[in-house]
T-cell receptor, first 114, second 116 residues
Framework: QKEVEQNSGPLSVPEGAIASLNCTYS??????FFWYRQYSGKSPELIMF????GDKEDGRFTAQLNKASQYVSLLIRDSQPSDSATYLC??????????????FGRGTSLIVHP | DTAVSQTPKYLVTQMGNDKSIKCEQN?????MYWYKQDSKKFLKIMFS???????INETVPNRFSPKSPDKAHLNLHINSLELGDSAVYFC???????????????FGDGTRLSIL
């Protein structure tokens, strides 16, 4: 069974610091990796995605992939209180018919305190 | 304009009833999904449809039956509701069904289902 593991947290960081979120996955065939942010009572919002060929930076967010160790990380620079949310890691694994099936981790709660 | 809209937003009903949740997306996406998020916030895919055709059907009881009348709509009908069905059900859509980006990029606001 494909698994995606995340530390549930909460991860608490001071405002302005770098928040580092990690996720490990079990399926070596996974090729797409996604980070979603979910505020309490709201729907998940896609913030970053990377494929198996490299890292990606977008503003204050950087997603990094370590295929050998099967983990993906999300770095949030200059963390703001508005970044306080649950961050869901999702991994796309090949499925039948050329499609990919997404498996989500349980999420890491991030708290950025002023 | 809401990209992915679900109705109803809240659904409270008794065990044994049959209910439906509707979902519509106006993004022109080809692929739509249903997810279930339990009380511990675990988000699990239930179904995926590409252009009205079922492509992913995870281990979901037969009481759950999706229907896609066209690629902009994906409804979920649930028969004989059970206590364990209480959860938030999210509809989602994405543009690319079979490439590397086969992931929901736009979620609806969710339907909070409570079984009494």
């Amino acid at each position: 069974q494909k698994e995606v593991e995340q530390n549930s947290g909460p991860l608490s960081v001071p405002e302005g610091a770098i928040a580092s979120l990690n996720c490990t996955y079990s399926d070596r065939g996974s090729q797409s990796f996604f980070w979603y942010r979910q505020y309490s009572g709201k729907s998940p919002e896609l913030i970053m995605f990377i494929y198996s060929n490299g890292d990606k930076e977008d503003g204050r967010f950087t997603a990094q992939l370590n295929k050998a160790s099967q983990y993906v990380s999300l770095l949030i620079r200059d963390s703001q209180p508005s970044d306080s949310a649950t961050y869901l890691c999702a991994v796309g694994s090949p499925w039948t018919g050329g499609s990919y099936i997404p498996t989500f981790g349980r999420g890491t709660s991030l708290i950025v305190h002023p | 304009d809401t990209a992915v809209s679900q109705t109803p937003k809240y659904l409270v009903t008794q065990m044994g009833n049959d209910k439906s949740i509707k979902c519509e997306q106006n993004l022109g996406h080809d692929t739509m999904y249903w997810y279930k998020q339990d009380s511990k916030k675990f988000l699990k895919i239930m179904f995926s449809y590409n252009n009205k055709e079922l492509i992913i059907n995870e281990t979901v009881p037969n009481r759950f039956s999706p229907k896609s009348p066209d690629k902009a709509h994906l409804n979920l009908h649930i028969n004989s509701l059970e206590l364990g069905d209480s959860a938030v059900y999210f509809c989602a859509s994405s543009q690319d069904p079979g490439g590397l980006s086969n992931q929901p990029q736009h979620f609806g606001d969710g339907t909070r289902l409570s079984i009494l």
